[in-house]
T-cell receptor, first 115, second 113 residues
Framework: DAMVIQNPRYQVTQFGKPVTLSCSQTLNHNVMYWYQQKSSQAPKLLFHYYDKDFNNEADTPDNFQSRRPNTSFCFLDIRSPGLGDAAMYLCATAPNVAQGTDTQYFGPGTRLTVL | GDSVTQMEGPVTLSEEAFLTINCTYT??????LFWYVQYPGEGLQLLLK?????DKGSNKGFEATYRKETTSFHLEKGSVQVSDSAVYFCALSDYTGGFKTIFGAGTRLFVKA
């Protein structure tokens, strides 16, 4: 089945220790997103890629970076995690629909704990 | 800018009760509207969607109708089950906002046996 996969499902890191979360997709979608979600709040968009074009949200801290080496993979790097960065991180994809975005397909998320 | 407002939770119902979760939106263009559901410990998944005014989205007994005149997209189900317990997010997608989706704050539903 085509899907969005996130690894690991649970990640524990130490305060200030860099961490990388990964996302892969078999849907061949052009658009990939990273969201941060705290305590079942609305997902907060961090950034998204349209193909290799990177689009950062204005309020995304510099501590958060992303890489998309190819269509299938996208990484979220947190350079110096703080306690406030503990959250669920969701990856999502969407097809390139000529008239705008359509349904987003979410991975299961990675729950990040910062000690 | 575009926004989505949905009723606050939690909503607690007994099994077989009728469910309504209200959602209203503001948008400058002609958005598509969605309901996503998130079960505990999982990512979001699409429940239903509607792409133009008066369209009705439906899935698994849930329905929502795109009402342009009232800018609403209320979620309804005639008879809820314990397995429907989850967080429900109303959302819109509007090309004028780029390739982005705007989510409401989410409404947690508890269904008791």
């Amino acid at each position: 089945d085509a899907m969005v996969i996130q690894n690991p499902r649970y990640q524990v890191t130490q305060f200030g220790k860099p961490v990388t979360l990964s996302c892969s997709q078999t849907l061949n979608h052009n658009v990939m997103y990273w969201y941060q979600q705290k305590s079942s709040q609305a997902p907060k968009l961090l950034f998204h890629y349209y193909d290799k074009d990177f689009n950062n949200e204005a309020d995304t801290p510099d501590n958060f970076q992303s890489r998309r080496p190819n269509t299938s993979f996208c990484f979220l790097d947190i350079r110096s995690p703080g306690l406030g960065d503990a959250a669920m991180y969701l990856c999502a994809t969407a097809p390139n629909v000529a008239q705008g975005t359509d349904t987003q397909y979410f991975g299961p998320g990675t729950r990040l704990t910062v000690l | 800018g575009d926004s989505v407002t949905q009723m606050e939770g939690p909503v607690t119902l007994s099994e077989e009760a009728f469910l309504t979760i209200n959602c209203t939106y503001t948008a400058t263009g002609y958005p598509s509207l969605f309901w996503y559901v998130q079960y505990p410990g999982e990512g979001l998944q699409l429940l239903l969607k509607a792409t133009k005014a008066d369209d009705k989205g439906s899935n698994k007994g849930f329905e929502a109708t795109y009402r342009k005149e009232t800018t609403s997209f209320h979620l309804e189900k005639g008879s809820v089950q314990v397995s429907d317990s989850a967080v429900y997010f109303c959302a819109l997608s509007d090309y004028t906002g780029g390739f982005k989706t705007i989510f409401g704050a989410g409404t947690r539903l508890f269904v008791k046996a």
